[in-house]
């Protein structure tokens, strides 16, 4: 799809829309352009949302500077846009660093969020959770690499294993697309010490839209740890975590994510919370029930804050037919 520009914040934003429906933006993470997105999972959410992804500066087609990449900035792009585009209100999914692009958004422009969705990403300072050192070594010692070798090497920590090993030609599509337009290197370690450096966890409480955390219970990147606790923090949330998946939880459980998003937009025209049908609770039961460290997150309770601790010792919980211990 071709991409249409728009002056924002004196960058040139490469951005594209899709779809009929209440607007989504989608916000990518660090190093990957709007190309990188699943192409089966924007095309569902099109056929009921009017979607719109965008290139972060540095990134796809948008202008590559060599400053500015601070997420204040990111955040501040994505409203400038928005202006661009006269769209007063939005539906927000942020992925991995767009994920604190997303935070930084509603903090700095509550008003124009209507719901939010956090995914595979984490708050920074010092109540995070981070990848251990033998991750972040990958990430990061890419120099004089290709686009094709890092993107090869980024796979290890990003993909679940058996994703991997079940789905590689899909991987490779997705990495052809990933890398047709590289992202500089410049602009990479400015997007990484971007992200090192944010810290959201003071406004997390301030978060006044429905919001839905999502990760998957092997992320090695950014570990689910962290949606735990964000959870925890934010008034009127959902999380769901996903049994098997990895940081690329988006790509390895499409549809189950589609279903996610759908479900925690059921809301009255007037923005109060709607009774959810049994169906919808259903979604959420499909999707998760996963145990971090003493702690069951399960998405079907319909509850203040969906998620619980379970007193005392070791335990278990059974789930339709799936069981799962408590460590």
Known sequence: MTATFAEVNGTRIAYRVQGAGPPLVLVMGYRLSSAAWPPSFVEALARQLTVITLDNRGTGFSDKPVHGYAIANLASD??????ELAISR???????MGGAIAQEFARQF???VQSLMLCATMCGGSRATYAKPSVTRVMREIDGLSPEQIARR???VTYAPAYLERHQALVEDQTRREIAFPTPLHSADLQFQAFAEFDGSKALAQIACPTLVLTGDLDELIPPQNSAMMA???PDVRLAI????GHRVLWEATDECIDLVHSRRIRCPDGHPQRRSRSAARVYGICHIGVLDGIIHDTAVDSHKNWFRLPGGASTVNHGR???ALR
């Open 78 to 83: 994505i409203h400038g846009l928005l202006d």
């Open 90 to 96: 939005v539906h927000l999914l942020g992925y991995s």
């Open 110 to 112: 509550p008003e124009r």
């Open 154 to 156: 980024i796979w290890q």
């Open 232 to 234: 925890s923090l934010i």
């Open 242 to 245: 996903i049994p098997g998946g």
């Open 322 to 324: 799936q069981r799962f």
